[in-house]
């Protein structure tokens, strides 16, 4: 049995993250965090666990680190994984450069996992992606990312990571983040929508003389989502420092 902390715990992610720990058989919910002052503080999660803010003490407890918090609680969550000894696996989204540093320099110490999105389906796409450009050459790209009006990041962490999927494919590939002039050369237009309470879709446009191709994922819950986070603590449970994907967990080449 894998002992889970949960961090962002009651966020929408958390909720779900924590139903389906309960339902698990080789994972157990041993403690989960919220921020200080948080109205839900104290209240039972179920299985003898009470939501807590005392992140050392949390964290202690546990064989990995689930965090679905926000960037400057989960680098202090993931400083004290470190620490402790313990794994982690972060779905946060949003870090600056200078945090993504600090998290690479954890990965040094630990064994974490950190994708912007654990879906097995958008790994998927992102393969897609990453073949269509190669093959497409002369086909403009442009993403389209649609989430719920209270989406914290824009772009997202997922139309990011297409993007990066495209530059893999394509050296020359340069994100834009609202176009005002003449499309140019390598630009990869990202228009962010966000508005009433979509899970999340992306569009990935391949746009070429006389034609076009479009590949897109739709997401209408948030399970396949925690299902995959949880097949990335299992995968993450045990394993040697260094700094793991979803490539790792679904066993393709990395996007």
Same mark, same amino acid.
């Given at each position: 049995?894998?002992?889970?902390?949960?961090?962002?715990?009651?966020?929408?992610?958390?909720?779900?993250?924590?139903?389906l720990l309960a339902q698990s058989e080789d994972l157990s919910l041993i403690s989960a965090l919220e921020r200080e002052g948080h109205p839900e503080l104290g209240?039972?999660?179920?299985a003898g666990v009470l939501l807590g803010s005392d992140a050392g003490e @949390?964290? $202690?407890?546990?064989?990995?680190? =689930?965090?679905?918090? /926000?960037? @400057?609680? $989960?680098?202090?969550?993931?400083? =004290?994984?470190?620490? /402790?000894?313990?794994s982690a696996v972060c779905g946060v989204t949003g870090f600056t450069?200078?945090?993504?540093?600090?998290?690479?320099?954890?990965a040094r110490r630990i064994a974490l996992l950190v994708s912007s999105n654990m879906s097995r389906g958008v790994y998927q796409?992102?393969?897609l992606v990453e073949q269509a450009a190669r093959a497409l050459p002369g086909f403009d790209a442009e993403i389209l990312d649609?989430?719920?009006?209270?989406k914290a990041d824009s772009p997202s962490g997922t139309a990011l990571l297409l993007a990066a999927a495209l530059e893999a494919a394509r050296a020359e590939s340069r994100p834009i983040y609202g176009r005002k002039a003449q499309r140019q050369g390598g630009e990869v237009g990202i228009a962010a929508l966000r508005g009433g309470d979509v899970v999340g879709e992306h569009q990935v446009f391949f746009l070429g003389p006389g034609e076009e191709i479009i590949l897109t994922h739709r997401a209408t819950s948030r399970e396949h989502f925690c299902r995959g986070a949880l097949d990335a603590v299992r995968f993450v449970s045990g394993k040697a420092p260094?700094?793991?994907?979803?490539?790792?967990?679904?066993?393709?080449?990395?996007?």
């Open positions: 049995m894998i002992r889970v902390c949960l961090a962002g715990a009651r966020g929408r992610m958390g909720r779900m993250l924590g139903e209240a039972p999660l179920g @949390a964290i $202690a407890r546990a064989d990995v680190l =689930l965090d679905f918090s /926000a960037p @400057a609680s $989960a680098l202090e969550h993931l400083a =004290l994984t470190a620490e /402790a000894g313990k450069a200078e945090q993504q540093q600090a998290v690479q320099r954890v796409l992102g393969q649609i989430h719920h009006r209270n260094g700094l793991y994907g979803m490539h790792h967990v679904f066993g393709g080449a990395p996007p």
